[in-house]
């Protein structure tokens, strides 16, 4: 008979046996339940430990961070180990893998679980990339946040950013963008942040890492309340003199930036400022000892900092290395492990002039390229451009991938510990591309530059709900993170297969025509074809775009074909092609406007169908943030010059 042993005493280890033993129950339907027991001496049945407890050797750098999973089982049992407690789930999950489960979806939905006895299995893996993370973004409900957690743990992603939730979770329950067939339910922020915390036990339950520090820690320093943002935002609430007098000196006057406090910087050359913002974090880092990082961020969009003549003196950088250095001072000094970092994000792609982080071992760098497109990747043969001076709030905004590693090079230079890439394939990009196959190959290649720019992890911001019309980006995120080796066709096919059966190729040649009409370079911006009209300005394109009418005809005759399917899986997805069907003929008919110079008619033709669209929210909103994709779509349509879509 099977059984299941914990050879280690902790929670997360107790979660990863279940998980065990439901799905393979979920296999083999004839199994009475699996006995589950502590049993740090147990020698049959299946073995849940260390590496250390079966003599495995280790063979990364460090075990709390590095995550590699061992499998060596019979029909009876066997082995299933990992380096740290986080790494045993992910060893039950890639067990389960290796028994033809598959998790492509969030869900009991998006999960494929075959009917068939346990074989055999061997498996050694280090994961290639250290750190794999998804970020809390987009327009999230709370239902939908807990799904994507789990969904993304079976990814074997290792990191979960829940920072500033209330400003996300509000969009989704006010219903953003879609008001028409969608009535406003709101949220306080007091109920947000329970959710937040349900969302740490359900990491910390898989041992996921998470921490704190975003763009909400200048607010408070300014003396504003971060949960009361939209309030300033719409002129209800304004700053006192007092507030005023720490915020960025800009065109001469001291003010909210944009009206927004997350977007308003301070006067980093104040020592009282810098030495309250060190205050703010080490208060944070006691409060929440749970927190692996903190991240120590300034203000969100670009050129926004001080011009007073003290500021002017350094770099945005070498103050924020100065606060960052006195941060480490106080966490070395009182015993505090937390680990910190920062960003090069915006007007901190420049590097510091003179200042230096001294303590590499506990300080990590963020690299963003907020800025760029996503028609191309680095590859070994990229040549890189001479970055530009800083210019403060006056320096022009890198564009191609190729600019924006050119700054991360020159840090590189004067820091020499790890950096990790922060991306956003999954934020407004995502959606200029309806078909997803340019942008799924495009996410695979940009994670297989990594290590030629010597990045050791990589987080997306963006949404989490990814699976409109198909999930295949967010699994080869994933998969490829943990081994770049991953072969991009064969991860499709399988892919493919899984959730749409037999006529899985009918499916996936529906997808690639999609994103063959809307190219992807154009729909980027970056195929201009006149300095007179905006970017998308293109009457040529018309008959391409009118291509997906037909093609839409042809895929709602693909899933009304497919209605009854064997797996649950499989219903789901071609019942999303059936909507997604009409939301490619929305696309089209608003870039049909656009590219022939129309640019207000497309906007306002645009907002009329989402609008209608709406009323198909309630039956989609798991997979599809249809509020951000219509976000998306409001500024490329509003756009005559690149946008940098933040």
């Known amino acids: 008979m099977l059984s299941i042993n914990k050879l280690r005493s902790d929670h997360v280890v107790d979660f990863a046996a279940e998980e065990l033993h439901k799905y393979l129950r979920m296999m083999m339907l004839e199994l009475p339940p699996i006995p589950i027991t502590y049993d740090p001496n147990a020698t049959e049945g299946f073995r849940l430990g260390l590496l250390e407890d079966f003599g495995i050797l280790f063979e990364g750098d460090d075990a709390a961070l590095d995550d590699v999973v061992h499998i060596e089982t019979t029909k009876e049992g066997g082995i299933i180990a990992g380096s740290n407690y986080r790494s045993i789930l992910f060893a039950v999950y890639r067990y389960l893998k290796l028994c033809g489960c598959r998790f492509y979806a969030p869900g009991v939905d998006g999960e494929f679980i075959p009917r068939k006895p346990i074989e055999p299995q061997s498996y050694h893996k280090l994961a290639d990339i250290r750190s794999r993370?998804?970020?809390?973004?987009?327009?999230?409900?709370?239902?939908?946040?807990?799904?994507?957690?789990?969904?993304?743990?079976?990814?074997?992603?290792?990191?979960?950013?829940?920072?500033?939730?209330?400003?996300?979770?509000?969009?989704?329950?006010?219903?953003?963008?879609?008001?028409?067939?969608?009535?406003?339910?709101?949220?306080?922020?007091?109920?947000?942040?329970?959710?937040?915390?349900?969302?740490?036990?359900?990491?910390?339950?898989?041992?996921?890492?998470?921490?704190?520090?975003?763009?909400?820690?200048?607010?408070?320093?300014?003396?504003?309340?971060?949960?009361?943002?939209?309030?300033?935002?719409?002129?209800?609430?304004?700053?006192?003199?007092?507030?005023?007098?720490?915020?960025?000196?800009?065109?001469?006057?001291?003010?909210?930036?944009?009206?927004?406090?997350?977007?308003?910087?301070?006067?980093?050359?104040?020592?009282?400022?810098?030495?309250?913002?060190?205050?703010?974090?080490?208060?944070?880092?006691?409060?929440?000892?749970?927190?692996?990082?903190?991240?120590?961020?300034?203000?969100?969009?670009?050129?926004?900092?001080?011009?007073?003549?003290?500021?002017?003196?350094?770099?945005?950088?070498?103050?924020?290395?100065?606060?960052?250095?006195?941060?480490?001072?106080?966490?070395?000094?009182?015993?505090?492990?937390?680990?910190?970092?920062?960003?090069?994000?915006?007007?901190?792609?420049?590097?510091?002039?003179?200042?230096?982080?001294?303590?590499?071992?506990?300080?990590?760098?963020?690299?963003?390229?907020?800025?760029?497109?996503?028609?191309?990747?680095?590859?070994?043969?990229?040549?890189?451009?001479?970055?530009?001076?800083?210019?403060?709030?006056?320096?022009?905004?890198?564009?191609?991938?190729?600019?924006?590693?050119?700054?991360?090079?020159?840090?590189?230079?004067?820091?020499?510990?790890?950096?990790?890439?922060?991306?956003?394939?999954?934020?407004?990009?995502?959606?200029?591309?309806?078909?997803?196959?340019?942008?799924?190959?495009?996410?695979?290649?940009?994670?297989?530059?990594?290590?030629?720019?010597?990045?050791?992890?990589?987080?997306?911001?963006?949404?989490?709900?990814?699976?409109?019309?198909?999930?295949?980006?967010s699994h080869i995120y994933g998969q490829t993170l943990v081994d770049l080796n991953t072969d991009y066709e064969a991860a499709k096919e399988d892919y493919f297969k899984t959730c749409y059966g037999e006529d899985w190729q009918a499916a996936l040649d529906y997808m690639e025509q999609v994103s063959a009409i809307f190219e992807h370079a154009y729909m980027c911006g970056d195929k201009p074809t006149d300095n007179v009209h905006s970017i998308y300005y293109d009457p040529a394109r018309v008959q391409e775009f009118e291509k997906m009418f037909e093609l839409a005809k042809k895929g709602r005759e693909l899933a009304a074909a497919h209605k009854q399917m064997p797996h649950r899986i499989q219903v789901i997805h071609w019942r999303i092609m059936h909507f997604h069907t009409m939301w490619c003929e929305m696309v089209a008919k608003a870039m049909i406007e656009k590219c022939q110079g129309k640019d207000v008619e497309s906007l306002k033709l645009w907002k009329s169908l989402v609008a209608e669209f709406s009323q198909y929210d309630i039956v989609l909103e798991k997979y599809f943030d249809m509020s951000l994709a219509a976000v998306s779509f409001n500024r490329l349509l509003a756009a005559v010059q690149p946008a940098t879509d933040f």
């Not at 957690?149 to 996300?168: C, M, R, S, W």
């Not at 009182?334 to 590499?360: C, M």
């Not at 196959?437 to 940009?446: F, G, T």
């Open 133 to 473: 993370r998804f970020m809390l973004e987009g327009r999230p409900s709370f239902q939908d946040t807990l799904a994507y957690v789990d969904y993304h743990a079976k990814q074997e992603l290792n990191g979960y950013g829940i920072a500033t939730p209330f400003v996300y979770m509000a969009r989704y329950y006010m219903h953003d963008q879609l008001e028409a067939h969608r009535e406003p339910e709101p949220v306080d922020a007091e109920t947000v942040h329970q959710m937040a915390k349900a969302l740490e036990c359900e990491c910390d339950k898989r041992g996921m890492k998470f921490g704190g520090g975003n763009h909400d820690i200048i607010p408070e320093l300014l003396g504003i309340d971060p949960l009361e943002r939209e309030l300033y935002k719409k002129g209800l609430k304004e700053p006192t003199e007092e507030m005023k007098s720490k915020m960025a000196l800009l065109d001469g006057k001291r003010d909210l930036f944009k009206k927004d406090p997350f977007n308003t910087n301070f006067c980093m050359s104040r020592a009282d400022l810098r030495k309250k913002y060190v205050d703010i974090v080490v208060r944070m880092a006691k409060q929440n000892p749970h927190y692996s990082n903190i991240a120590c961020c300034l203000a969100d969009l670009r050129r926004n900092h001080c011009e007073c003549e003290e500021c002017q003196k350094l770099h945005p950088t070498d103050f924020l290395v100065m606060i960052v250095n006195d941060i480490d001072e106080i966490f070395t000094r009182e015993g505090i492990p937390t680990k910190l970092s920062f960003s090069t994000y915006v007007d901190q792609q420049f590097a510091p002039k003179v200042a230096r982080v001294n303590n590499p071992k506990r300080v990590s760098m963020s690299f963003p390229p907020i800025g760029r497109t996503y028609s191309k990747s680095i590859t070994k043969d990229t040549v890189f451009p001479e970055t530009q001076p800083y210019v403060r709030n006056a320096w022009p905004t890198p564009r191609s991938v190729e600019e924006n590693y050119a700054y991360l090079k020159k840090w590189q230079e004067v820091f020499p510990g790890n950096f990790s890439t922060y991306e956003y394939h999954f934020y407004v990009h995502q959606y200029r591309d309806p078909g997803l196959m340019s942008m799924s190959r495009r996410l695979y290649e940009d994670i297989q530059a990594l290590k030629l720019v010597n990045l050791t992890g990589m987080t997306e911001d963006g949404s989490n709900k990814n699976c409109f019309p198909h999930g295949f980006m």
